[in-house]
């Protein structure tokens, strides 16, 4: 369900206030540790803990930052995931955009400037499901004209991943996870409706606590800690911190769509992930087989990117540059046009698909 709801074409709050440097190196802390204590925090950071609930408290109440949820590599397996270009008539994106932003299939929707309105991230629990959502429904919903999608056949790395370098080394050392306990081969990693109950609470605030976890689904909070413990060492679940990028020096998404010779194509992948621009990489279906998604501080850096791109991989063929004109929605955050959350649709890939 929605929590809230406004026109994101009607920007009515003027403060748009850039992201201090204490800000960002809050959100790199939190990328690394989303869950992490306010002690821990506080010391990596040499605040005192208080200081820093205060402070993201403040960022979120203004919409800056968020702790949400990502999917794991065991989740990613047993969903399918799609871009989807979208064309619409005439006038219509901005209406299209927002019907589209209730739907929790709708992981995140780009506004584009490229051949087609709009780029969207979709994802449902098989390709049936994604088969009768972009054939059947997406084409329906007023507005849309057409529907192009490209199946992810592998997802090298996703948004989740993607760090700013806002911290020194030695403070990224205070904050390095601790080794993950042994994956086992089998586990209690099927997501039941209780499960289920569970993300959506944690897609709206992924650092909401035990307790409130509990008292909000009924359960005691040992079976909450034990359940977020389990989905998480079994790579379902992962946490993620967000913000609003333009406010952050990162005002710019940067979308290639490239051709790779397929004996090529798993060595071109994993060295794109390395790269600090990069926040997606996937193989894809179609006559373009690899996205690759970045993060940049200027337009001006997107030639320079592109530049390495093609010297560093001579058979990587960049066939289309898109540049994201705005953000409507972000892995179930909706978004003003600083970037600011504004709400949130919880993802539910395994509802059945509906306009």
């Known amino acids: 369900m929605q929590e809230a709801v406004t026109d994101t074409d009607t920007d009515t709050d003027t403060d748009a206030t850039p992201l201090s440097e204490d800000d960002l190196a809050l959100i790199h802390a939190l990328q690394l540790r989303p869950r992490a204590s306010w002690t821990e925090l506080g010391r990596a950071l040499a605040v005192d803990p208080v200081t820093v609930a205060r402070r993201f408290h403040r960022l979120t109440e203004r ?32 209406a299209v955009a927002r019907a589209l932003a209730d739907h929790p299939h709708m992981l995140t929707i780009e506004r584009s400037a490229g051949a087609h309105d709009i780029l969207a991230t979709v994802a449902t629990r098989d390709l049936p499901a994604l088969s009768h ?26 948004g989740g991943r993607w760090r700013i370098a806002a911290l020194a080394p030695d403070q990224r050392a205070q904050l390095a996870a601790p080794p993950p306990a042994p994956t086992p081969r089998r586990g209690p990693g099927d997501l039941t409706t209780a499960d289920r109950a569970l993300l959506t609470c944690l897609a709206r605030d992924g650092r909401a606590s035990y307790q409130a976890l509990a008292t909000a689904l009924g ?37 290639f769509w490239a051709k790779v010779p397929p004996a090529d194509l798993p060595a071109v992948g994993h060295a794109l992930i390395r790269l600090p621009e990069t926040r997606n990489c996937a193989a894809v279906s179609g006559p373009h087989n690899l996205l690759v998604q970045a993060s940049l501080h200027s337009v001006t850096d997107a030639l320079r990117l592109e530049t390495q791109l093609a010297t560093a991989h001579p058979t990587l063929d960049i066939v289309d540059r898109v540049v994201t004109l705005r953000h409507d929605k972000l ?25």
């Open 63 to 94: 919409g800056t930052a968020w702790v949400g949820l990502s999917p794991g590599p065991r989740m990613l397996d047993r969903m399918c995931v799609c871009f989807a270009q979208i064309d619409c008539a005439p006038g219509a994106t901005a």
């Open 133 to 158: 959502y972009t054939l059947d429904l997406l084409p329906h919903v007023p507005g849309i004209t057409a529907v192009d999608a490209r199946i992810v056949t592998h997802l090298f790395t996703e």
């Open 219 to 255: 359960v005691s909070l040992s079976t909450v800690k034990r359940r977020i413990e389990q989905l998480t060492r079994l790579d379902v679940l992962r946490f993620r911190c967000d913000f609003a990028r333009p406010l952050g020096g990162w005002p710019v998404a940067l979308t």
């Open 331 to 355: 892995l179930g955050r909706l978004l003003d046009p600083h970037g600011r959350s504004i709400g949130v649709v919880p993802p539910d890939v395994w509802a059945e698909p509906r306009r």
